[in-house]
């Protein structure tokens, strides 16, 4: 958020969706998602 006051551009789709599939595989509860292939969850 404080990234886009000082002017940078908003992330892309894409971008936003591999940060968070990321994030969410490193959780206890969605550590399932790291054996799934990243092309279904898109």
């Known amino acids: ?19 968070l599939i990321t994030d969410a595989k490193h959780t206890d509860e969605r550590g399932w998602l790291a054996e799934c292939s990243n092309t279904v969850l898109q």
């Open 1 to 19: 958020m404080y990234g886009l006051l000082s002017g940078e551009k908003f992330p892309t789709g894409t971008a936003l969706q591999r940060t």
